[in-house]
């Protein structure tokens, strides 16, 4: 193969992919391996892609343990759709959902959760300027809630929550999707996890939902009323083939599943993962010149975000490190600064490369 200049991504979405699926793709995007037909091209009614979309499933079930009682669908829309579907299908108009208010993806499904119902915001770090998650202690959950609802890794500011909340028998839904699948997750103390494939899974076009069987009934309550499309019964009843699937994408998300499991799985990965954010974390720590935007035992794995001493400094850090091949540096424009995103894919060589670059900017501008 000839040899192809790639420069580091550190984009917070649509991000880097692995190489070996990149090159799988390419290899096989004139034909499929004994079906002679593209995966641009192939019905999703054919057994070829059947069989591509109950891999893809299988694969994501091995590789998180999701419990048989769980569905997993393919959907469309994106991570921001499920900001509406969550409370259409889940909140019933008497009802009250809580959410802890952390970041600003978080902050977006609340304000679409509030067009459709009651909405209790069970604690807010927005005061701290999500520098944090919010504590156990902090949290005031409403009894009887339809749902509580968390952002698991705040994408733009770069914080994490390091352990579920305990929110009883109340059904957690957790928008993961900047840190699905970098680390074992326990499905089970979840009721509805969902995840925009372009962050960590895959290309954008699908969105992965994991929903606990019982929380389909609220669905199938309201069926005369929801619309067919955003209905989790229905695409659950029809397998994730209602209308046509993202076929691409999920054949590439397919892909991306079988080289994690490849790896080891989860807890390789979540190892290769910290092994990467600590080297990044030792540097902004080393010596004051740059400054960690996150509260040190909130800090995401995933989105490492950091100011430099003034903005002038940001600017010149931004395009310097772009003539040095590091790309996507520059902070999400709500906040500024720096963020470096390292999700799975994201090689530890990279890592270094970015390591390397600071010191060098610091010893020349510092
Ligand atoms: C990127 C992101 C979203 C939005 O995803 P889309 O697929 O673009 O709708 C929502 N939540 C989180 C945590 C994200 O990182």
Do not use: C
């Amino acid at each position: 193969m000839a040899t192809v200049h790639r420069i580091y991504n550190f984009s917070a979405g649509p991000a880097v992919l692995p190489l070996p699926v990149l090159q799988e793709v390419q290899r096989d995007l004139l034909a499929l391996p004994g079906a002679g037909i593209s995966i641009l091209e192939i019905s999703h009614r054919s057994k070829t892609f059947e069989s591509i979309l109950a891999q893809a499933e299988a694969d994501i079930r091995a590789l998180a343990n999701i419990p048989p009682r769980y569905k997993v669908l393919f959907l469309q829309g994106g991570a921001s759709l499920q900001f509406s579907m969550v409370p259409m299908n889940l909140l019933a108009p008497a009802a009250t959902a809580d959410y802890i208010d952390a970041g600003s993806w978080g902050e977006k499904a609340i304000k679409e959760a509030k067009k459709i119902g009651n909405v209790n915001i069970a604690a807010s770090t927005r005061s701290d300027n999500y520098s944090r998650v919010p504590s156990q202690t902090e949290l005031k959950l409403t009894p009887g809630a339809a749902y509580v609802h968390m952002t698991s890794n705040n994408t733009i500011e770069g914080t994490e929550h390091k352990d579920l909340p305990d929110v009883g028998d109340v059904p957690l839904v957790s928008d993961t999707s900047s840190d699905m699948f970098s680390k074992p997750i326990d499905v089970a103390r979840h009721a509805l996890i969902y995840a925009g494939a372009q962050k960590n899974m895959g290309p954008a076009g699908v969105t992965i939902v994991i929903v606990r069987d019982d929380l389909l009934q609220r669905s199938l309550e309201r069926k005369s009323s929801l619309p067919t499309m955003l209905n989790y019964a229905v695409h659950a009843e029809n397998k994730s083939l209602y209308n046509t699937p993202p076929a691409f994408a999920v054949y590439t998300l397919g892909l991306v599943m079988k080289w994690l499991l490849g790896l080891g799985g989860l807890p390789a990965i979540a190892r290769a993962n910290e092994r990467k954010a600590a080297k990044l974390y030792a540097e902004i720590d080393r010596t004051g010149f740059y400054r960690g935007t996150a509260r040190t035992d909130s800090r995401s794995l995933m989105n490492v975000t950091f100011r430099l001493p003034n903005e002038e400094l940001e600017n010149q850090f931004v395009k310097q490190s772009e003539s040095a091949g590091l790309d996507g540096l520059k902070g999400h424009r709500s906040v500024g600064g720096m963020r470096a995103s390292i999700y799975n894919a994201f090689p530890e060589d990279g890592v270094d490369a970015l390591v390397g670059f600071m010191r060098e900017f610091e010893r020349t501008h510092g």
